[in-house]
Structure formats: C-alpha cells, structure tokens
C-alpha cells in the first residue's frame, strides 16, 4: 500500500517505502540496539520468511511503509508503518528512529506527520504498542496526545525474548475551528458552562447569563481588555476562548482561558488546537509578548493543553484554599 505524495513536515517528509531503503531500515531494525524494542530479530534470527518480507515491503497489500528523511535532501533518518484495521477508521503505527539520530525530535515529527496522514483519510484513532521499559517511546505517544489503553506483551520474532508493553490510543479529535463570539453566544456558553464539572475547574466571572452577554457588550468597547472567540468542532459551537486584562506593555501583556463545554470532545485535542489557533491570532492583534495562565494544580487536563501549546510552569501557590498553578507563554519568537 502507498500513500503517493510525500508528507512534508518542519524538518523532514515521509515518502513510501522503496527497495533502495532496505539496507538502512533493516539496518535499525535488526541491530542489537537500535531495534532492541522492536518485534523484529536481530540479523542471527533472520530466516527466509522473514528475508522475504523484509525484500517485498513496497508490495505489501497489508500496510503502509514509509521512509523519513531529512528535508531536502535523500538522507535517511527514520521509518513509519502503518496498518489499517477492516474498517479503515483505526490505524497501528510503528516508528523507529536511526540512533545516530536519538534525541532530536524526529521520532516526534515522524509520527505527528503520520496522525495527520490518518486524519486526512478519515481515520478517527490510532494505536501503538511500546515495551513498559522502553520510557522514551512511551514518552513520545504520550507527547503526541497517546493513552495507554491496557496491558499486553509481545515478542521478538524466534527469539523467545518477551517484553511487557502497553496499547495506547490516540483518539483523533474533530478539527477546531475559531467563531466570532456574538452576545447570544456568550449567554449560550454561560448556560453550557454553568455546571457543577465545569466550575469545579474554572471559576466563572459572571453569575448570570445576563451578566456574561453584558461581559461580551463590553469586550466590543473602544479599549477593551479582553477579547474571545467561540471554538467551532463540525459547525458546531463547544466552547470559548478568551483573553483578558489585555496590556502589551505590562508582564504578562494578557491572560488566557478556554473552555470545551462538551464532555463528549474533554480528552480529544479540541481545546489543545483552539488555543493554539487563539494564541496565533492574538499574538500579532495585540502585540502580546507574554501571556500567562492560571490552573488548579488538580486539573490535569488544563496543564496538558498549556504544555502543549508552550506554556511552562512559573509559579505554583494556594488560591482559596486549593493548590493552583501559573503559567506563562513567552511570545518574541512568534512576533518576530
């Protein structure tokens, strides 16, 4: 199977499998260390079934076979595959980076392009297994929005080496999109917001959907210092994001939150891409060079989406009695 033209990443593409690249990916997958987590043997093992799928990847009927090199160029630095079930709605991913290449991001990249390939196609989840003992890997899916789903095993192929693993899941989310914010909507996201769960995590300004559209009336004022967006997933309205105590020349220059008031999406990288879109639009809008954000230190949730989208923790103190946790976004490089 063949996914045609190459997908192109910050610093490398992934392109199909070709005949030429054996050498190479046999060469990580069947070295003592660099395979070492695969299910592939080391070359002792190798027997003719094996060799001959090894010769016969870019026919395989069964799965995707990719080749990641360096932008570019034609310099090898890695492997993707790909497998999708019956259905074409969920795929497995495996990954493996060349070791004079550990520990710059490629593994990362490799797999971020390939979640993108599968988005694309309609696919709606990934997995992937990594050994227990194998942290970095583990690490990587769990960067990338991965969770483990439950316990399993595997071994390498007539070695009789057994590793205890895990099964992780990406459930893709559907793409965010920013609306404008219109008084209706901002009564609207009152309502949805003014639940028990929801402000167990984040405490809300206004008592009243009144008080949330006059809010919203006055973020439309000449010098307002606050600005929101709705988040659209399908069409649809499922939460807002906003800013406020807008100041390009204080520290931070604003502060930001978000919330998905639709359980259903909580988990699926919804408020993770809406507040990355948010923060490429307010950046530049209000010549923002710092932007802060506060969260209680229990709400885990919260933290991933910042982290994920270049926070990093600055603070962490007691707020009404509750641990909390502040952060800032430094933004130089972004207006540069």
């Not at 600055?314 to 490089?333: C, I, L, N, P």
Request: charged residues 25%; hydrophobic residues 40%; negative net charge.
């Amino acid at each position: 199977m063949k996914i045609g033209a190459a997908l192109t990443g910050p610093r490398l593409y992934l392109r199909d499998h070709r005949p030429g690249d054996l050498d190479f990916s046999a060469g990580m997958w069947l070295d003592e260390e660099n395979g070492r987590y695969l299910s592939d043997p080391t070359w002792d093992y190798v027997d003719a079934p094996f060799q001959k799928a090894l010769d016969t990847l870019q026919d395989s009927g069964t799965g995707y076979y990719l080749t990641a090199c360096l932008s570019g160029t034609e310099e090898r630095v890695g492997t993707c595959c790909l497998f999708p079930d019956k259905s074409g709605e969920g795929y497995d991913i495996g990954y493996c980076v060349h070791k004079s290449r550990w520990g710059q991001g490629f593994g990362r990249e490799i797999v971020e392009l390939a979640i993108g390939w599968v988005r694309a196609q309609g696919g709606k989840w990934l997995t992937a297994e990594a050994a227990d003992e194998n942290c970095p890997s583990r690490a990587l899916l769990e960067q990338c929005g991965f969770v483990p789903e439950r316990a399993a095993a595997f071994e390498k192929y007539h070695m009789g080496v057994r590793y205890p693993s895990h099964i992780y899941r990406l459930v893709l989310s559907p793409p965010a999109a920013l609306g404008e914010r219109t008084a209706e909507s901002a009564a609207r996201s009152f309502e949805r917001m003014n639940t028990p769960a929801i402000r167990a995590t984040l405490p809300l300004k206004a008592r009243t959907a009144e008080e949330a559209a006059a809010d919203f009336y006055a973020s439309q004022l000449p010098g307002a210092t606050s600005f929101g967006r709705t988040i659209l997933a399908d069409g649809r309205h499922v939460g807002d994001v906003w800013c406020y105590c807008i100041d390009p020349e204080a520290a931070p220059s604003a502060m930001v939150s978000c919330c998905v008031f639709e359980p259903p999406l909580w988990g699926r990288g919804v408020a993770s891409q809406a507040l990355g879109l948010f923060l490429a639009e307010i950046v530049p809008r209000f010549g923002l060079k710092t932007v802060g954000a506060f969260t209680y230190s229990e709400n885990l949730a919260s933290i991933r989406v910042l982290k994920k989208n270049g926070f990093r923790l600055v603070e962490e103190f007691e707020e009404d009695g509750r641990a909390s946790q502040y952060f800032e976004y430094h933004t130089e490089s972004v207006i540069a």
